[in-house]
């Protein structure tokens, strides 16, 4: 198992991407925490019965004091924490004209503060610890901008890709690693709100013409916090069926 002993943290895993995230690690001997502002009790008692070792945070990443002692608790309760994945997310659709000024304050809140609290509140732990990985869940949005997702999503995910690089950049001397996945049309809650025509679009605009799975996600992050990356650091991995090869 390639995770054996280790205390991974993942945010947003009451279900979607951030679940199998934290399936996954379980099964290769993590143990899981589960944050979610909901559903995270329900989450960590199906891993649990399923025989995992897995508990739950109810949490909102956006509140900064909230993050900083359920951070600490988790140490001082599991004894270190090894691996942080910042995937909860939200998002708004729409353009520039649609979108107004609270739904561009809550989603920088959420999806560059949050990201910013947890590692904030985790990195001390690990540089005494002398070692952890953190990866981001980004969005090809970050990358390239989309004209659907209102522009404030992009933006918020282009920040936690200068962010990885930054911190990859700053933490390497701690044997801390920093790195991000970027996802395109994964088959969650959030791309569930598409109309058939838009699925249907999407689907044909990307070279393997289909939908990815949370797990194809899951399986990109486990390569990035296990011993098999250990020589990388600051990196974005694709995992959007080829439709953006950079
Ligand atoms: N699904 C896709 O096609 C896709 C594509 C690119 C990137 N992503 C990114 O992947 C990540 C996971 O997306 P998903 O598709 O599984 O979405 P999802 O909506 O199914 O799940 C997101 C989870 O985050 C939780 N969450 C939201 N706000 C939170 C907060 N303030 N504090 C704690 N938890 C919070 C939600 O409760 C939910 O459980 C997100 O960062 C998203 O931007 C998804």
Same mark, same amino acid.
């Given at each position: 198992?390639? *995770?054996?002993?280790?205390?991974?943290?993942?945010t947003g @895993?009451?279900?979607?991407?951030? &679940?199998?995230?934290?399936?996954? &690690?379980?099964?290769? $001997?993590?143990?899981?925490?589960?944050v979610d502002t909901?559903? @995270?009790?329900?989450?960590?008692?199906?891993?649990?019965?399923?025989?995992?070792?897995?508990?739950?945070?109810?949490l909102d990443i956006s509140d900064y004091?909230q993050v900083? #002692?359920s951070?600490?608790?988790?140490?001082?309760?599991?004894? =270190?924490?090894?691996?942080?994945?910042n995937n909860a997310g939200?998002?708004?659709?729409?353009?520039?004209? #649609?979108? #107004?000024?609270?739904?561009?304050?809550?989603?920088?809140d959420v999806n560059?503060n949050g990201n910013f609290y947890l590692?904030?509140a985790?990195?001390?732990?690990?540089?005494?610890?002398? $070692?952890?990985?953190?990866?981001?869940?980004?969005?090809?949005?970050?990358?390239? $901008?989309?004209?659907?997702?209102?522009?404030?999503?992009?933006?918020?995910?282009?920040?936690?890709?200068? *962010?990885?690089?930054?911190?990859?950049?700053?933490?390497?001397?701690?044997?801390?690693?920093?790195? @991000?996945?970027?996802?395109?049309?994964?088959?969650?809650?959030? =791309?569930?709100?598409?109309?058939?025509?838009?699925?249907?679009?999407?689907?044909?605009?990307?070279?393997?013409?289909?939908?990815?799975?949370?797990? #194809?996600?899951?399986?990109? @992050?486990?390569?990035?916090?296990?011993?098999?990356?250990? &020589?990388?650091?600051?990196?974005?991995?694709?995992?959007?069926?080829?439709? *953006?090869?950079?």
């Amino acid at each position: 198992m390639k *995770l054996e002993h280790k205390i991974a943290v993942i945010t947003g @895993a009451a279900r979607g991407i951030g &679940f199998e995230i934290a399936q996954c &690690f379980a099964k290769e $001997g993590a143990h899981v925490v589960i944050v979610d502002t909901k559903g @995270a009790m329900e989450a960590a008692t199906n891993l649990q019965k399923a025989g995992f070792a897995a508990e739950a945070r109810a949490l909102d990443i956006s509140d900064y004091k909230q993050v900083a #002692d359920s951070i600490d608790a988790i140490v001082s309760e599991l004894g =270190s924490l090894d691996i942080l994945v910042n995937n909860a997310g939200i998002i708004a659709r729409g353009t520039i004209l #649609d979108l #107004d000024k609270e739904q561009w304050l809550k989603i920088m809140d959420v999806n560059v503060n949050g990201n910013f609290y947890l590692c904030k509140a985790a990195i001390p732990h690990m540089i005494r610890q002398k $070692g952890g990985s953190i990866v981001n869940i980004t969005s090809i949005a970050g990358k390239m $901008g989309d004209i659907t997702a209102a522009p404030v999503y992009g933006a918020s995910k282009g920040a936690i890709n200068t *962010l990885t690089k930054s911190l990859a950049r700053q933490l390497a001397e701690f044997g801390i690693r920093v790195n @991000a996945v970027a996802p395109h049309a994964i088959d969650t809650d959030m =791309s569930a709100e598409w109309s058939p025509e838009k699925r249907k679009a999407v689907i044909e605009s990307i070279p393997l013409k289909r939908m990815g799975q949370p797990k #194809d996600v899951a399986q990109a @992050a486990l390569f990035l916090v296990s011993d098999n990356a250990s &020589f990388i650091t600051g990196e974005t991995i694709n995992v959007n069926g080829g439709y *953006l090869m950079d």
